[in-house]
């Protein structure tokens, strides 16, 4: 959480009761866990990201990204602003607290943000917290958004509205691809078209056979008689 000290509320750890992980609920922190690891990736080193556990409160930490902000680690113990926000988080009809603000122990100011855990049974099992340091120099900051060092990934998605959009951004990469093959007739343009969105996945979302006979100037028959050969020549 936001704060370093270890938890002192007993009152509190006693209103609380610690839980038995099952096997359904490790399953749920490992995949809030490639949540988190995402959350850390794309916010950088100032955003710490971080998994508690209920099940051993002297040792909550169960996973940790960037734990350099508050100096944690994997086995760190729940602090007593935990304790709080989980008592909040309890009484109130909300699984997420914050954003909120506090320092570390050595008085860095966070922003911070809470997500109480719950399983299947609607039981609190643990936190995702996200404290981002706010006296990183912004500089740093923007650093972490600019791909700099070329190590980062790069794709081309486009952010579209509607289905029909989303067939015109993928025709119009897929013509350009087909615009570099030559000796192509038009069927042949329109069958490796089809091909290409096909592989992109286009074909699997309703009104999109529709949109794409649309843009192609072809019936959705044809659409579907070209998909259908596609699907005979798969191995």
Same mark, same amino acid.
């Given at each position: 959480?936001?704060?370093? $000290?270890?938890?002192?509320?007993?009152? *509190? /750890?006693?209103? %609380?009761?610690?839980?038995?992980?099952?096997?359904?609920?490790?399953?749920?922190?490992?995949?809030?866990?490639?949540?988190?690891?995402?959350?850390?990736?794309?916010?950088?080193?100032?955003?710490?990201?971080?998994? $508690?556990?209920?099940?051993?409160?002297?040792?909550?930490?169960?996973? %940790?990204?960037?734990?350099? &902000? =508050?100096?944690?680690?994997?086995?760190?113990?729940?602090?007593?602003?935990?304790?709080? *926000?989980?008592?909040?988080? %309890?009484?109130s009809d909300s699984n997420i607290v914050g954003?909120?603000?506090s320092y570390t122990a050595n008085g860095k100011?966070?922003?911070?943000? #809470?997500?109480?855990?719950?399983?299947?049974?609607?039981?609190?099992?643990?936190?995702?917290?996200?404290?981002? +340091?706010?006296?990183?120099?912004?500089? +740093?900051?923007?650093? =972490?958004?600019?791909?700099?060092?070329? #190590?980062?990934?790069? @794709?081309?998605?486009?952010?579209? #509205? +509607?289905? /029909?959009?989303?067939?015109?951004? !993928?025709?119009?990469?897929?013509?350009?691809? &087909?615009?570099?093959?030559?000796?192509?007739?038009?069927?042949?343009? $329109?069958?490796?078209? *089809?091909?290409?969105? +096909?592989?992109?996945?286009?074909?699997?979302?309703?009104? /999109?056979?529709?949109? @794409? @006979?649309?843009?192609?100037?072809?019936?959705?028959? =044809?659409?579907?008689?070209?998909?259908?050969?596609?699907?005979? !020549?798969?191995?």
């Amino acid at each position: 959480m936001a704060t370093e $000290h270890p938890a002192k509320s007993e009152k *509190i /750890a006693k209103e %609380i009761r610690q839980v038995k992980l099952s096997n359904s609920d490790k399953l749920l922190f490992s995949k809030y866990e490639v949540i988190a690891e995402a959350i850390a990736r794309e916010f950088g080193s100032g955003c710490e990201v971080v998994l $508690h556990s209920l099940e051993n409160m002297a040792e909550s930490v169960i996973k %940790i990204y960037n734990g350099h &902000v =508050t100096g944690r680690s994997v086995g760190s113990p729940i602090t007593d602003l935990a304790l709080k *926000i989980l008592e909040q988080s %309890i009484n109130s009809d909300s699984n997420i607290v914050g954003p909120y603000y506090s320092y570390t122990a050595n008085g860095k100011p966070l922003k911070s943000v #809470t997500v109480l855990i719950r399983n299947d049974r609607n039981k609190p099992i643990g936190f995702l917290c996200i404290n981002f +340091d706010l006296s990183m120099p912004f500089i +740093d900051i923007l650093k =972490t958004f600019i791909n700099s060092n070329g #190590t980062s990934q790069e @794709a081309g998605e486009h952010f579209v #509205t +509607d289905v /029909a959009e989303l067939v015109r951004s !993928a025709l119009k990469e897929e013509w350009e691809n &087909v615009m570099r093959i030559e000796g192509l007739s038009r069927s042949e343009r $329109h069958r490796t078209l *089809i091909l290409g969105l +096909d592989r992109r996945g286009v074909f699997g979302i309703k009104g /999109a056979v529709e949109h @794409a @006979a649309k843009e192609l100037g072809v019936t959705k028959f =044809t659409i579907y008689k070209y998909l259908r050969e596609i699907r005979r !020549a798969e191995p």
